[in-house]
């Protein structure tokens, strides 16, 4: 079983290293982590929250369009209960909402946003022998911030056509997350699956350039991620590791997308290796990523795009 775990990680997740993923791409949320709420079989109310963000630095993005990437996300517990059969069967109703904003380095302080991406769900989780599982809706949406102003402060605004794309996903998602496995004394691994489908999707643009490859069409997705943790201390508290965390998924689009010049389906991925410090509250992790979008949302018309991220994220135990 090991050997094809470390397969899995070394071999296969950059083979397959072309996705789309969803907004909480680089927070697992599991809120079983978290047992002190639930010491009978009674049901508790808003007694588990937990956050977790990150800020990174782009480098060599098309345009320099991800020059700085911040991410702020949190889960509330609603109300979770546990079974009466055994000990394992526990059972939540969990509120996670994210926001994620882009900027170039296009003003005199290198930080312009310029695009912000918000993500809600509600889900149901359930915790297994092995993993927890959630199903539940999730909504996506991509903003503009400023598009009355070019996107380039040096830029002239006089004869500047203002540009905006809005995208919006809206659908059911399926998702599970094993549970640490241990591949030896100081590694440790986790590896998580989820699925997508929408019932509403929308790509507004403008000025419209082109519908080639349109998120208007896009129908779902699948996404598969793990990470691997290696110790590189003996201590349970305040210990430093070593870590590997990475996804990839596909965005699966309609035949209707043929006939606009786009195709069915289309990747992004992430490969991301660090530092993590593990303190009373919580995880700091120091970073280096390497993203690629198929299309990332910043201008009208699709623009692919390939990231170097160096970055600092903090986190709560309930998230991976």
Request: proline share 3%; glycine share 6%.
């Amino acid at each position: 079983m090991k050997k094809y775990l470390f397969l899995f990680y070394f071999i296969l997740l950059p083979f397959f290293a072309f996705s789309q993923a969803h907004v909480m791409r680089n927070f697992q949320a599991l809120p079983f982590l978290d047992t002190t709420a639930t010491h009978s079989t009674e049901k508790t109310y808003f007694a588990v929250t937990n956050f977790a963000g990150h800020n990174s630095r782009g480098f060599s993005s098309t345009e320099n369009s991800q020059g700085w990437n911040a991410q702020v996300c949190g889960l509330l517990d609603i109300v979770r209960w546990k079974s009466k059969k055994n000990d394992v069967g526990l059972h939540s109703i969990v509120f996670l909402s994210s926001i994620e904003v882009n900027a170039n380095i296009y003003n005199n302080i290198a930080f312009n946003p310029r695009g912000i991406i918000l993500q809600e769900s509600f889900a149901y989780f359930n915790k297994k022998k092995n993993f927890t599982w959630n199903i539940g809706f999730t909504h996506k949406s991509r903003h503009e911030i400023d598009s009355d102003s070019p996107p380039n402060d040096t830029t002239s605004r006089i004869g500047y056509q203002p540009t905006s794309r809005v995208a919006i996903l809206n659908g059911l998602h399926v998702e599970a997350t094993s549970d640490k496995i241990n591949l030896s004394p100081k590694i440790t691994t986790n590896i998580w699956g989820r699925a997508e489908y929408y019932t509403v999707s929308e790509d507004s643009r403008f000025p419209r350039f082109t519908e080639q490859q349109s998120w208007d069409y896009m129908s779902g997705m699948v996404l598969l991620g793990g990470r691997i943790d290696i110790k590189l201390s003996k201590k349970e508290k305040n210990a430093w590791g070593f870590y590997n965390r990475s996804w990839v998924n596909t965005a699966i689009f309609s035949n209707k997308v043929k006939e606009k010049g786009g195709e069915n389906f289309k990747f992004n991925y992430r490969i991301e290796s660090g530092f993590d410090f593990r303190g009373l509250k919580g995880k700091a992790e120091f970073f280096v990523a390497r993203e690629y979008f198929f299309d990332d949302l910043s201008s009208p018309r699709p623009i692919s795009s390939s990231v170097w991220l160096v970055g600092i994220r903090g986190r709560g135990f309930l998230f991976l």
